[in-house]
């Protein structure tokens, strides 16, 4: 991508943007500096939950993270790695959904039985995945004070 254009100018110009991701926020699916995702420009319509959208959380990052809930004037947004739910995602900060991603040099669609199936899990298991966050976070502090005791 040249110096001088962003995100939006990028998928406004050329209607789709292969990237690679930062960050741990969308493991298991997406993994940094392997996996490749293919975000379409956005259309008219309402995103979806279960949607993984790019969006603009300012001044100047971009995310890509997971619509969990859509209410009737922004959506809740989550990694799939992640605890802490994001809230007030306008449609105008969202700049395009994934519709493919690339693991080990093979395109997958988000039409596939396995990544639906993928998604359904993610979608279903969140506040157990939290709260095993939490826990394990709790528990992991609570040993580093412990060895600084000892």
């Known amino acids: ?34 996996d490749l995702f293919v975000i379409t420009k956005k259309g008219r319509h309402r995103f979806k939950r279960g949607d993984v959208v790019l969006y603009r959380r300012p001044p100047k990052r971009y995310v890509l993270h997971r619509i969990v809930e859509v209410r009737p004037k922004d959506y809740v947004i989550l990694g799939d790695n992640c605890i802490s739910k994001e809230y007030g995602i306008l449609d105008s900060d969202i ?26 899990v993610i979608i279903h298991t969140i506040p157990v995945r939290v709260f095993f966050k939490k826990a394990l976070m709790k528990l992991k502090r609570a040993a580093k004070k412990l060895l600084r005791r000892v």
């Open 1 to 34: 991508m040249a110096d001088t254009m962003n995100y939006e100018d990028y998928i406004d110009r050329y209607g789709t943007l292969t990237y690679s991701n930062v960050g741990t926020s969308m493991l298991p699916l997406i993994r940094q500096g392997k």
């Open 95 to 120: 700049l395009g959904v994934m519709t493919a991603f690339f693991r080990s040099g093979k395109e997958h669609s988000i039409n596939e039985r396995g990544y639906r199936l993928y998604t359904w």
